[in-house]
């Protein structure tokens, strides 16, 4: 199975930096593949999907970029409401894996 | 506006079976890619199976092959999970979620609400 993996699994940024956040697939995936926010408590989120598709009322702050095997997602400038965690998924076929995840908090 | 709503919290033995349950609304269960994720307390996202909105196939992950049925009631637009030989590792939140309206993958974005399971002796 293709396995994903996340970078870094942590990171602390002041307000208005901009963070990116590396998925790496073991094997090539295409465009297929998916970003969540999830924040502390709250359901996973949708963010992106094609690895630069925003889901409507995404803040244009977000943007993804990749394919084939390596994968980014940026944001501009770090808001205090972007605190949470943020996972990338693959879904060109079966298993629909996650990464490991990325927290991103505030300094 | 399609909408998941899950079963409540369980708490279970283990060994013993456990069985969730997610009402669409909105759309019927044979018009969306209906998936299973799970998170345990404090880790990641962790998907276990679905069926594809592109071709309604089903999908699992190998990791729970043997253990996990995947079911849905078409009549009441309401999918089941159940997970069987449960183990202390078992314990988490247990989300049913839309990846898509047929024939596409993340035309939309709905979760339900997340169902605990907590497995102790």
């Known amino acids: 199975d293709i396995q994903m993996t996340q970078s870094p699994s942590s990171l602390s940024a002041s307000v208005g930096d901009r963070v990116t956040i590396t998925c790496r697939a073991s094997?090539?995936?295409?465009?297929?593949l998916a970003w969540y926010q999830q924040k502390p408590g709250k359901v996973p989120k949708l963010l992106m999907y094609g690895a630069s598709t925003l889901m409507s009322g995404v803040p244009s702050r977000f943007s993804g970029a990749g394919f084939g095997t390596d994968f980014t997602l940026s944001i501009s400038s770090l808001q205090p409401e972007d605190v949470a965690t943020y996972y990338c998924?693959?879904?060109?076929?079966?298993?629909?894996?996650f990464g490991g995840g990325t927290k991103v908090e505030i300094k | 506006q399609v909408q998941l709503v899950q079963s409540g919290t369980e708490v279970k033995k283990p060994g013993a079976s456990v069985k969730v349950s997610c009402k669409v609304s909105g759309h019927t269960l044979t018009e969306v890619g209906l998936h299973w994720v799970r998170q345990a307390p404090g880790k990641g996202l962790e998907w276990m199976g679905g069926?594809?909105?592109?071709?309604?196939?089903?999908l699992f992950a190998q990791e729970f092959r043997g253990r996990v049925t995947m079911t849905e009631d078409t009549s009441s637009d309401t999918a089941y999970m159940e997970l069987s030989s449960l183990r202390s590792e078992d314990t988490a939140t247990y989300y049913c979620?839309?990846?898509?309206?047929?024939?596409?993958?993340?035309?939309?974005?709905?979760w339900g609400q997340g169902t605990t399971v907590t497995v102790s002796s």
């Open positions: 998924q693959k879904y060109n076929r079966a298993p629909l894996t």
């Open positions: 069926s594809d909105p592109e071709d309604g196939e089903r």
């Open positions: 979620a839309i990846f898509g309206i047929r024939p596409y993958y993340f035309n939309v974005d709905v």
């Open positions: 094997q090539g995936i295409g465009n297929y």
